[in-house]
């Protein structure tokens, strides 16, 4: 009951925050790039062609725009303008004194973050379907002429979520080192445009943790066939979670 108080107070603390309206406008950016090119040029998702289904194609085509480089960045953002928050405010010593366990404090706060990650994919993916029913409607005077793969793009969805993950956690672990806004975006980005370099010139660029959700789109058949990145994302995300919570447990000047 605790932890559910907990995380009531963390989302509070995000409603209207720089990091809510960066999940918001991350979500609806690229679809929205798209509803507008389909109206400009006067096309639908059928010019896709009928040999694939319209909804997927669609589907890989407006992430392909996103995961190779916007969402990595958008989760260096906002992970570290949520966690920083405390710092800039002043307020750890005083969240400190609540009666609250530091465990719980914690795992709060990470999954405030983790649930603001939803929040985009959840905006992202209304956005998607209205990039694709919108121009049908003006153009064809009905709904795209394709099944709706409801169970494999929630599946899909959920592959990316879980490339996620190790940014946000080792994110959360940097944002929470250093009271300095700028190192946990700055390590962040230098990680992440490092490993998009390497993935073209590297056959074990995979060992990158920020590597996972390019190497979606990006990734070559022999690697995807040969590695598996949803093991090695849930690896990493476990193993900066642990560092992440040792060493918070452990500081003696907790912010």
């Given amino acids: 009951m605790q932890l559910i108080n907990s995380i009531q107070s963390e989302w509070l603390k995000t409603r209207k925050s720089a990091g809510a309206w960066l999940s918001l406008v991350g979500g609806l ?12 040029n006067h096309k639908t998702i059928s010019t896709y062609g009928e040999d694939t289904n319209l909804w997927t194609a669609h589907f890989f085509q407006v992430w392909q725009s996103m995961v190779v480089f916007l969402l990595p960045m958008g989760l260096i953002l906002a992970t ?66 394709s099944t709706f793969p409801f169970k494999d793009l929630l599946m899909n ?67 995807m066939s040969r590695v598996n990145i949803y093991f090695w994302s849930l690896g990493y995300f476990a193993v900066f979670t642990v560092i992440s919570y040792v060493i918070y447990i452990n500081r003696s000047e907790k912010g």
């Avoid at 405010?89 to 009666?99: G, I, V, Y």
């Avoid at 366990?101 to 959840?122: C, D, E, N, P, R």
């Fill in 29 to 40: 950016f690229i679809p929205i790039v798209f509803l507008i090119g389909f109206i400009y």
């Fill in 80 to 145: 570290s303008l949520i966690t920083q928050m405390e710092f800039r405010n002043n307020t750890w010593k005083q969240l400190h004194t609540t009666p609250q366990k530091y465990s719980t404090i914690f795992t709060a706060k990470f999954i405030v973050i983790i649930g603001l990650t939803l929040q985009f994919f959840i905006y992202f993916n209304i956005a998607f379907i209205l990039s694709g029913i919108v121009p049908s409607l003006i153009f064809d005077k009905q709904l795209p002429n």
């Fill in 157 to 223: 969805n959920g592959k990316i979520l879980i490339t996620c993950l190790p940014v946000l956690a080792f994110q959360f672990l940097i944002s929470l080192r250093f009271k300095n806004f700028l190192v946990p975006i700055g390590v962040g980005l230098m990680f992440l445009v490092t490993t998009l370099i390497l993935i073209g010139s590297w056959e074990h660029a995979y060992l990158s943790p920020f590597s996972y959700s390019p190497l979606t789109i990006m990734g070559s058949p022999e690697m």
